[in-house]
């Protein structure tokens, strides 16, 4: 319901000025340096595997947070932190969902957290992110692919937002995921996609 409420806002206000989305711009060097958190209702963590070879499975995660530290001149040195409430993990199924949340051991390791090491930059609104993933206390390195959308002036208030997407693949066996009670049906590789939107902490 928040994302469809914040969906319908923007919308609307796109069709009152379509200028906004001119005013994007892909240069990093454009946008302020600084502190950046996580706009939770415009970001996603989603993941997708493949159950007995024929069909994907999706879900995701409905709540994250984190901080980015952006340094508009030199992007590669920049940093970022997220962390993802493995309890508001979320598949079009319920049991499933349920499920999930048992092998994630929930109770007991509530977060995942992503924190990056590294930025490879790969073109001008590209690069590779490489960061320690840790989920119920196994931290494994991970590899994502990144694409700067852009930043601008949010409409909604004064503070500059940058825009991200983001793809990786991670494996279960790394994290110690291989007794799911379905792991014998489902693919041993997990697809990443985020999308993310930040925004400028003002002191």
Partial sequence: MRLATCAAAALAFFAADPAFAEAVS???????SGTYTVNEN????????????LTAVHGR???????????SKQPERS????????TSI???????????????????????????VSITRTGPDTGRLSGLLTIRDVAKPVLLDVTFNGGAKTPMSSTYSL???ATGTIRRSDFDLN???WSGFVADEVQLTI?????????
């Fill in 26 to 32: 892909k240069d990093p060097t454009q946008a302020p």
């Fill in 42 to 53: 415009h970001t996603e963590v989603l993941f997708s595997i493949m159950h007995l070879g």
């Fill in 61 to 71: 995660f409905n709540t994250t947070s984190g901080t980015l530290t952006f340094d």
């Fill in 79 to 86: 940093a970022v932190s997220i962390t993802i409430a493995a």
């Fill in 90 to 116: 979320d598949t079009p199924v319920e049991r499933l969902s349920n499920g999930l949340k048992t092998v994630f051991r929930v109770q007991q390791y509530p977060t995942a957290i992503f924190k990056s």
């Fill in 163 to 165: 825009g991200f997407h």
């Fill in 179 to 181: 007794h799911m009670f």
């Fill in 195 to 203: 999308d993310a939107e930040f925004d400028e902490q003002k002191s």
